[in-house]
């Protein structure tokens, strides 16, 4: 898809749900409280903040939208700064700002080289399967961290891409929607030079089952062991830390061999 959907995002909100900008904007700043998956997503910010280095780190954080990631770790003590490609986002996450925060926001395309490096980490929340070239971004992940810093991300998994969620998110809204695996992500950060990987579980996928009854012990031991088969085998959503060793240097861009590249370009054109 083209990066303009991206850019102009804000704008086909209000356009493709007939709403006014104002209103479109207001819901877009009240995320993730007023969000219908708000405990998911606070889910993922409490395990974001156990994977993050102690604060006050330096946190780039990529694809922010508007910005609420951003602020939850500026609240938490971090020196964070937030990029987007999109200029209305940017214009939303500035209302986070306040003098008490370590807080900036710029307009940046993720996949070109970032303006800045010396972060102790880079953080990417559900952004990473919009990308158009995801190597790149990768890459300049590696680039931008500091020795023995890392890059964590949280992305979904196989079906992502054919999910009655994305289809409409691509028809209506124009925007990439890509599968992001674990072993996708791991092939990217190590053509970019990180060593050390680790994929976690994504905890907000883990049901709740009442443990004080034979009956939801089996459930919960059920769900849990399907979800680690899933995150394992399958490619389900998954958390991936990599770490950038001290002394790496970064590693030029590899293009895939040409049989991979011809059976995603037939992938391509079967769907």
């Known amino acids: 898809m083209s990066k303009r959907a991206e850019i102009d995002y804000v704008a086909r909100m209000s356009t493709v749900l007939e709403a006014e900008r ?52 500026a609240r938490s003590g ?81 079906g992502h891409s054919r999910s009655p969620e994305a289809r409409e998110a691509i028809e209506r809204f124009g925007t990439t929607e890509k599968d992001m695996e674990y072993a996708r992500q791991a092939a990217l950060m190590t053509q970019a030079g990180f060593d050390t990987i680790r994929q976690y579980l994504r905890l907000h996928q883990l049901q709740l089952a009442p443990l004080n009854d034979a009956g939801g012990r089996a459930q919960q031991r059920e769900h849990l062991h399907a979800l680690l088969e899933n995150a394992l085998v399958g490619g389900a959503s998954s958390v991936v830390v990599a770490v950038k060793e001290s002394g790496a240097t970064p590693t030029p861009p590899r293009r895939p061999p040409l049989l991979r590249r011809l059976r995603r370009a037939l992938r391509i054109l079967r769907e």
């Open 78 to 158: 971090y020196a964070v700064l937030g990029l987007d490609i999109a200029p209305d986002m940017i214009a939303l996450a500035r209302r986070r700002l306040e003098p008490s925060l370590d807080l900036r926001f710029e307009v940046h395309d993720y996949e070109h080289s970032i303006p800045e490096d010396g972060f102790d980490a880079v953080v990417i929340y559900d952004a990473l399967h919009h990308a158009v070239d995801e190597a790149s971004v990768v890459a300049n992940c590696f680039t931008c961290l500091k020795p023995g810093g890392r890059l964590i991300t949280m992305e979904p998994g196989v």
């Open 22 to 73: 104002a209103q479109v904007e207001d819901s877009l700043c009240r995320k993730p409280y007023a969000d219908p998956n708000r405990q998911l997503y606070l889910i993922d910010v409490g395990q974001l903040l156990r994977l993050l280095p102690p604060a006050p780190a330096r946190v780039l954080d990529l694809g922010v939208g508007p910005g609420w990631t951003s602020e939850f770790l």
